[in-house]
C-alpha cells in the first residue's frame, strides 16, 4: 500500500498528525486537493498522512468498512497502523496529538482504526461516514449507507466497550449532507448515538444554527467531546472543498478548518 506525507515547513516544536482516508474512486493525492488540508495544516503545524487504498484490494478503491475482520482490527488497519508508527520513528511528531479523518469510505474507515487503537488516536473526524459495526459484505454495506444499522448501531458500540473495558473515550466531528442520498442522513443519527454511548454522555447538545448548518455539542464539563455538524443542502461531497474535483462542494462550511479546530481542542495524556 501507498501513501504520501506531507510535512509542515516548520517540525519545531514537534507536529500534530492527521492521517486522512480518501473515499471510493478517490486516489490520495486527489483527497489532499479536494479538501486543501495540506494548505490548513501548514497553518496549524500538522503533518498529514495519506495512506492509498490498493485496486487489488477493492477495484474502485474503497476501504472495506464493511468487513467484520476489519471492524474488529484486521484487514487492513495493520498496515496503515505500520504506517503511522514509521512516521512516527522517522519524523518528530508528537504522540499526543495524531489524529483520523475520512470521507465516506475512508469516514469508516477511520472510525475503525479510531475504535480500534483508541490510546493512539486523540480525536476523529467522520465526513459523510457510515455508521459503525453493520454490514459486513458489500450489499448489506450498501443497506446500511441508505438505511442505518437498527438495533445493531447500539450493540456494536457496546461490544466496543466490552473488548476495551478501559475504553479512555474518543473525542468526535461528525459531518454530513442533509442532500446526501449515497450515505444517508440516519448514518450520522446513529454515529452519535455510538460516540455518546462510547464517551458516556449524556444530553442534551448546545445547538448553534449558522447560515447553512448547525451544530450540536455535547460537553463534559467544559471539554467539547461530540460535535455534530449538519448541512441541509449538501450532497455527498467534502463541505468547502475545490469543486473542480469529484465529491467536493465549494459551498461552506469550510470541513477541513472544521475538523482541524476540534481537533486543536484535543490531546491524549
Known amino acids: 500500500m501507498r501513501y504520501w506525507l506531507y510535512l509542515p515547513n516548520s517540525l519545531s516544536p514537534p507536529a500534530g498528525l492527521v492521517v486522512m482516508l480518501h473515499g471510493c474512486q478517490q486516489t490520495a493525492t486527489q483527497f489532499a486537493q479536494g479538501t486543501r488540508m495540506n494548505l490548513r495544516a501548514e497553518k496549524y503545524g500538522y503533518a498529514v498522512l495519506y495512506p492509498q487504498q490498493l485496486t487489488s484490494h477493492h477495484a474502485q478503491r474503497c476501504w472495506k468498512w464493511y468487513d467484520r475482520a476489519t471492524q474488529a482490527g484486521g484487514g487492513d488497519v495493520p498496515t496503515i497502523i505500520s504506517m503511522i508508527h514509521k512516521v512516527l520513528t522517522q519524523y518528530p511528531v508528537d504522540r499526543r496529538r495524531i489524529y483520523v479523518a475520512g470521507i465516506s469510505a475512508g469516514a469508516g474507515m477511520a472510525n475503525i482504526l479510531a475504535l480500534n487503537q483508541p490510546r493512539l488516536f486523540a480525536a476523529v473526524g467522520l465526513h459523510s461516514g457510515p455508521v459503525f459495526g453493520a ?95 449538519q448541512i441541509p443542502p449538501l450532497e455527498h461531497a467534502w463541505s468547502g472543498g475545490d469543486s473542480i474535483l469529484p465529491f467536493n462542494a465549494k459551498a461552506g462550511p469550510d470541513a477541513t478548518k472544521l475538523m482541524l479546530d476540534f481537533f486543536a481542542r484535543h490531546q491524549r495524556t
Open 135 to 229: 454490514g459486513h459484505n458489500t450489499l448489506t454495506g450498501i443497506g446500511v449507507m441508505h438505511h442505518g444499522a437498527g438495533l445493531r448501531a447500539d450493540i456494536a458500540a457496546q461490544e466496543i466497550l466490552q473488548r476495551h473495558p478501559d475504553f479512555p473515550g474518543m473525542p468526535a466531528i461528525l459531518i454530513q449532507g442533509g442532500s446526501d442520498i449515497i450515505v444517508r442522513p440516519i448514518n450520522q443519527a446513529q454515529l452519535m448515538r455510538q460516540s455518546l454511548l462510547l464517551n458516556r454522555l449524556t444530553g442534551p447538545a448546545k445547538i448553534t444554527n449558522k447560515p447553512r448548518s448547525s451544530l450540536h455539542d455535547f460537553y463534559v464539563g467544559r471539554k467539547l467531546m461530540l460535535r455534530a455538524v
